[in-house]
């Protein structure tokens, strides 16, 4: 098993797709990562040796940022959104959705599930 960024990437799986496990990286930047390092995006990742793992990790700590710190520089550029009083950042703190969706309906990811009104009686048997 290849562990690459702090993430194991699966190994019965081709290196093109296992690549995307780790945070940061999706389908199109695995191919560009493997066509620098010329490794067939087919490969699968047992099949890789260890000069071929180290060279993906090389490239991976060079050129881009992925794992712990992409996720925290998203953080912090939500927290300056939440600083500097955006309308963004007003959203991000009460927790509705940020780029002009309805809510009225429509919004259970960001607001919740939905919640049905507390104290109503139910009508009596006869």
Same mark, same amino acid.
């Given at each position: 098993?290849a562990?690459?960024a702090g993430v194991?990437?699966p190994?019965?799986k ?7 496990y780790?945070y940061?990286i ?5 191919? /560009?990562?493997?066509q ?7 490969t699968v990742i ?6 071929q ?6 490239i991976?700590g /060079? /050129?881009?940022?992925? /794992?712990g710190?992409?996720r925290?520089?998203?953080s912090?550029?939500i927290?300056?959104?939440?600083e500097?009083n955006?309308?963004r950042?007003?959203?991000h703190r009460?927790g ?5 969706q309805?809510?009225r ?5 960001r607001?919740g599930?939905?919640?049905t009104?507390?104290?109503?009686k139910?009508a009596?048997?006869?």
């Open positions: 098993m562990r690459i194991d990437l190994k019965n081709k290196v093109g797709i296992g690549l995307t780790i940061g999706g389908l199109s930047r695995s191919q /560009e990562i493997l620098k390092v010329q490794i067939d995006k087919r047992r099949h890789l040796d260890d000069q793992i180290v060279s993906i990790r090389k991976l /060079e /050129e881009y940022q992925i /794992e710190d992409l925290r520089l998203k912090m550029s927290k300056r959104l939440m500097i955006s309308y950042g007003k959203r009460i509705l959705p940020l780029r002009g309805r809510t309906t429509n919004a259970r990811t607001r599930s939905k919640k009104m507390a104290g109503k139910k009596p048997r006869k």
